[in-house]
């Protein structure tokens, strides 16, 4: 008797596309089978790799008949790297998948009914919209198929890239990346060049030990760049002989960082930064506000799409000269800045206490007198004393991470009764569960899917709750 893990499924129609981007089909019983490389309109043979009481995993094994949305993948990596899953789909049925994925968590899990449905908006740049990339090094590249059925020795194992997904040991040595402009490849390539041609030792994750780490590549949108390396160890030489090379080459570079990492995780936030050259950071402009982005700062990394983002969540709030506005999970203050320019007075809170020093830098910076901001668990510091102790809201903004906003949250939410509450999120399924807990005082109006990330399944959302 075969095994389930050896099933081959037979002419699968691909109707859909789930979570983490993957392709739904059905077998002739109803079994929902989850296909890798598959898009929407695809009719394909499947090879089963994980068998389930409700669901079968697996990969294409043969195309039977293609999908009209689907298309040729730009980047020679596609399919290894795992980072641009959609490439092969349409940008026109990547937006459409976005837009009803959205619009259905809400109604679904949300339970709301008869409330506006903003077309997506989609993003102008579809490649090369990254304003930040990490590539890490390995002695032990991850070797693909043609190269292993190449049957030739390969002596060289050095790569700079990406972890092949779910194995954090392997690196699969990038060619070539569509998702950063240039020269951010011409960088990468340079450093692994440069590396190679002088004995440059590559990390070893396994054991431990080597010098070249990580390499972080960030720019802003007036052209300039930031490039970080996380080093195993100090070899002043070599990488004063690396640093100076790239900043011979590469006049776009404005400041170049390093940190030493002996730690068994490549995790930057705790690590100290060197500044070899230039000021240790840039400086970053969005609508007249000013932003200075260092090493560790966090900024949204696609430029373009945050900036309609934060219009239009300023467009939704519709603040006037006598509003008091709170700005929830505020990050380093991007949205609560952005709204100050219209509002009375901004509270913000957020956790992260490096977050907050941002944010009290931005606002200095760009001349901002009527921002506070205030730092701790926001189920913690969000609290009935805090309500009691500030000015009431007239309108709350929120964006929390992932995983949505804490049920005590979303209570002092209720307790402080704003009139207009503006929910931002990079997951509609938990923005749908929080605004259900909100639904007997508010009446949901609209909502806007925004697609920062091209060719992933990535989508963040934008909705307006009024107070009944």
Known sequence: MKRKTNLILDNINIYGAGAKGVAIGKTIEGKTVLVKGAVPGDVVDVKVRKSKSKYFEGDVLNLITPSEFRVDPKCIHFGVCGGCKWQNLSYEKQLDIKNDEVYNNIKRIGGFENFECVPILG???????????????????????????????????????????????????????????????????????????????????????????????????????????????????????????????????????????????????????????????????????????????????????????????????????????????????TIAQYVAKKAKHVIGIESVPEAIAAAKEHAKLNGLENCEFFCGDMKDIFTKEFLENHPKADVLITDPPRDGMHAKVVEQILNLAPEKIVYVSCNSATQARDMALLKDNYILIKILPVDMFPQTHHVENIALLIRK
Request: aromatic letters at 14%.
């Open 123 to 333: 993003a102008k740049e579809q490649y090369f919209y990254r304003n930040k990339m990490e590539f890490s090094f390995s002695d032990a590249k991850w070797l693909t198929l043609d190269e292993i059925n190449s049957g030739e020795n390969i002596d060289n194992k050095n790569a700079l890239g990406f972890h092949i997904p779910g194995m954090w040991s392997k690196i699969l040595d990038l060619k070539e990346c569509w998702l950063q402009e240039a020269p951010s490849n011409q960088i990468r390539l340079a450093v692994k060049k440069f590396a190679d041609e002088n004995g440059l030792e590559y990390f070893d994750v396994k054991n431990q030990s080597g010098f070249l780490r990580t390499l972080m590549l960030r720019q802003n949108s007036m052209g300039e760049w930031m490039v970080l390396f996380q080093l195993y160890r100090e070899e002043k030489e070599n990488q004063e002989k690396l640093f100076n090379y790239l900043l011979e080459n590469f006049v776009e570079i404005k400041t170049l960082v390093y940190a030493i990492n002996p730690k068994l995780n490549d995790s930057i936030y705790d690590l100290d930064i060197e500044i070899y050259h230039g000021d240790g950071f840039l400086m970053e402009e969005m609508d007249g506000l000013k932003f200075k982005i260092g090493p560790k700062s966090f900024f949204q990394t696609n430029y373009q799409q945050a900036l309609n983002l934060y219009r239009k969540t300023l467009e939704f709030a519709e603040i006037t000269e006598n509003d008091v506005v709170y700005d929830l999970y505020t990050g380093t203050g």
